[in-house]
């Protein structure tokens, strides 16, 4: 079905995510920080990256903006996963180039669906 790259520094968050994405036949990496998923995207392009918004070192803003500057990534869905879900952090993530914006605590079929729906196009 797809890889997703998880970027999340909380255990619980990263559990409840990877199990979800799982169950809807997805296959999953893990990232504990936005210097670890930028490591690892660089050697395993992920299908889609679901990313944090607070996280140790750089913000998942930093990283999304990153991410859709350089060429050879630009092109891979990002979906912020963020307890910030107020209609600024919503507007302020999609303008660093996020392709969906989901709060936490995350309605894990709309996750599916958006993960899965993001992968197809």
């Not at 893990?30 to 889609?48: F, M, N, R, Y």
């Not at 107020?86 to 302020?92: H, I, N, R, S, V």
């Not at 989901?102 to 079929?109: F, H, I, M, S």
Request: net charge negative; with cysteine.
């Amino acid at each position: 079905m797809g890889t997703a790259l998880v970027v999340e520094d909380s255990s619980t968050d990263m559990q409840i995510i990877t199990s979800c994405l799982q169950q809807g036949g997805i296959n999953v990496l893990v990232a504990h920080s936005g210097e670890e998923a930028l490591t690892k995207i660089s050697t395993q392009k992920p299908d889609v990256i679901i990313l944090d918004i607070v996280l140790p070192g750089r913000s998942g803003f930093e990283v999304c903006r990153e991410l859709k500057a350089a060429a050879e990534t630009s092109n891979i869905p990002v979906v912020i996963c963020s307890t910030k879900g107020g209609e600024m952090d919503k507007f302020w993530g999609m303008k660093q180039g996020a392709d969906a914006y989901l709060a936490k605590p995350v309605d894990q079929n709309e996750l599916v669906r958006t993960v899965k729906q993001l992968i197809r196009t």
